[in-house]
Every structure is written in C-alpha cells, then in structure tokens.
C-alpha cells in the first residue's frame, strides 16, 4: 500500500495561477476516495461505488483476471497561487485488508 505520492516544485517563476491536468485511476474495487492537495489544501476528492465507475468516474474496462472495473477522472483545475515553492500530494489508501484496489 502506498498512501501518497508527492512532489515538490521549487524556483517558480512569478504566476498568479496554476492549472492542474491530471487523469486519476482507481483500478478494481476501491472503497475510499482518492484526493489531491496542493500546499495542504484540498483541491480533489471523489468517491466512486465500491465495485463499479459512478460519481463522475468513467468505466475504462475490466480486466481479464479481474470481474471489477478500471476507472479513472479527468481532473482539471486552476488555483490562485503566487507562491516560488509548489507542494503537490496525491492520496489513495487502499484497504489494507483487501488485495483488490490500487490507485
């Protein structure tokens, strides 16, 4: 289980704005939302059904070894930021008990 994946941006020319682009996968059942923060400040988060794509995430298929789906979001947002250091976080704890979910 991985919970988080981060990285830090240093040495950002002077903005305003940051637009953020990114596709998110969950991948088989998966009962906890996915989130991304930026700076410690919540930016994404979405529950889908445990065993299929809802609530915004598209069914992208099943698997052959697998009877659950593949889904993923596009997220696509633009924030107020000046700030020359950028901290971006994204979170996905599985159910440790179940082999069945990745993010």
Not at 4 to 23: C, D, E, S
Not at 24 to 39: C, N, Y
Not at 41 to 49: E, G, I, P, V, Y
Not at 82 to 97: C, M, R, V
Request: contains cysteine; hydrophobic residues 35%.
């Amino acid at each position: 289980d991985v919970p988080n994946v981060n990285k830090t941006f240093t040495g950002l020319a002077v903005h305003t704005n940051v637009q953020l682009q990114v596709r998110m996968w969950t991948l088989g059942k998966f009962s906890t939302a996915p989130r991304i923060e930026v700076d410690g400040t919540q930016l994404f988060s979405q529950n889908r059904a445990t065993t299929y794509c809802s609530n915004g995430w598209q069914n992208w298929g099943v698997p052959a070894f697998s009877l659950l789906p593949d889904c993923f979001e596009d997220v696509d947002v633009t924030f107020a930021h000046t700030g020359a250091t950028l901290f971006l976080d994204f979170y996905g704890s599985a159910d440790k008990e179940d082999d069945e979910e990745q993010w």
